[in-house]
């Protein structure tokens, strides 16, 4: 049973960083694609980033390409995000997700397995 829970989470400031974790507790981690989605206020659940069960595939959002990195690290049952440059529009609720296969990894209706979410709050 995966049971996935985010931290991490928090205010900065413009141009700052902050590194978000999700943890599961099933311990059945390792199976899965994983990926971080976030949602604002009156938007849709978009995709962040993803990363194969292996780590050897991974997938970012235009939105934060060349920002975010996205790794895991199995023996621990937990992916990161890091999250680097941060600007005021990545204020939003992230979320960790998983699920099996790799194909439709945008898709948030193919995941199986969520989070309560973390809170990000970027300042100006």
């Known amino acids: 049973q995966v049971q996935l829970r985010e931290s991490g989470g928090g205010l900065a400031q413009a141009g700052g960083s902050l590194r978000l974790s999700c943890v599961d507790s099933?311990?059945?981690?390792?199976?899965?694609?994983t990926a971080w989605f976030r949602q604002a206020p009156g938007k849709e659940r978009e995709l962040v980033a993803a990363?194969?069960?292996?780590?050897?595939?991974?997938y970012y959002g235009d939105a934060v390409k060349g920002r975010f990195t996205i790794s895991r690290d199995n023996a621990k049952n937990t992916v990161y995000l890091q999250m680097n440059s941060l600007k005021t529009e990545d204020t939003a609720a992230y979320y960790c997700?998983?699920?099996?296969?790799?194909?439709?990894?945008?898709?948030?209706?193919?995941?199986?397995?969520w989070g309560q979410g973390t809170q990000v709050t970027v300042s100006s």
């Open positions: 997700a998983g699920r099996s296969g790799w194909v439709g990894v945008t898709d948030p209706f193919q995941y199986n397995y």
């Open positions: 099933g311990r059945t981690f390792s199976r899965y694609t």
């Open positions: 990363t194969s069960w292996h780590g050897g595939d991974t």
